[in-house]
């Protein structure tokens, strides 16, 4: 199976700040790369998917690269809405496999 | 627009089996691939089984030979059969299908709690 690093674990940012998330794949997943959102209690929200395409209704401060191995998701400007848990997942090959997560919080 | 409802979730012993339900709404169950995606108590994701729209299938190595995934085109509908079942598969199930990306919708999660 493929495995899934993210990188940090967790974070404290403040509103307004820039915030990159890494998620690194044990093998070349080319670019079939997904990032996921969720807040306590809900259900995860996707935000990209083939590592940089934005999700219909997604703002435009989320944006995501990488390729192969290496992906990062960025938060341009971080905002009140945006402390959350974020996920990587690679659906190049079965079976599908989430990294495990980063939690954005309040500095 | 697109809707999954997941139902069938409960209190069940260590050993025993349940069978969870996944009826979709503004769309058909087999035009996508379907998963279930599984969240432990406190812990992340888990995706534990997909099914392609040709009905080929695939399942973690943690539940592999216990669940099994299907769906009935007639009723829009996607299940989980869960058998021989641990304190370890407590967690709330959601299900979620493919659009553009692979799990762009999702249920709103049904809990299972495995205990004694």
């Known amino acids: 199976d493929i495995q899934m690093t993210q990188s940090p674990s967790s974070l404290s940012a403040s509103v307004g700040d820039r915030v990159t998330i890494t998620c690194r794949a044990s093998?070349?997943?080319?670019?079939?790369l997904a990032w996921f959102q969720q807040k306590p209690g809900k259900a995860p929200k996707s935000l990209i998917y083939?590592?940089?395409s934005l999700q219909s209704g997604v703002p435009s401060k989320f944006s995501g690269s990488g390729s192969g191995t290496d992906f990062t998701l960025t938060i341009s400007i971080l905002q009140p809405e945006d402390f959350a848990t974020y996920y990587c997942?690679?659906?190049?090959?079965?079976?599908?496999?989430f990294g495990p997560g980063t939690k954005v919080d309040i500095k | 627009e697109v809707q999954l409802a997941e139902s069938g979730g409960g209190l069940v012993q260590p050993g025993g089996s349940l069978r969870l339900s996944c009826a979709g709404s503004?769309?058909?169950?087999?035009?996508?691939?379907m998963s279930w995606v599984r969240q432990a108590p406190g812990k992340g994701l888990e995706s534990v089984s997909v099914?392609?729209?040709?009905?080929?299938?695939d399942y973690a190595d943690s539940v592999k030979g216990r669940f099994t995934i299907s769906r009935d085109n007639s009723r829009n509908t996607l299940y989980l059969q869960m058998n021989s079942l641990r304190a370890e598969d407590t967690a709330v199930y959601y299900c979620?299908?493919?659009?553009?990306?692979?799990?762009?919708?999702w249920g709103q999660g049904t809990l299972v709690t495995v205990s004694s």
């Open positions: 979620a299908s493919s659009g553009s990306g692979p799990f762009d919708y």
């Open positions: 503004g769309f058909t169950v087999n035009s996508n691939y």
């Open positions: 099914i392609f729209s040709g009905g080929s299938t």
């Open positions: 093998q070349d997943i080319d670019n079939y």
């Open positions: 083939a590592a940089s």
């Open positions: 997942l690679q659906y190049k090959t079965p079976p599908f496999t």
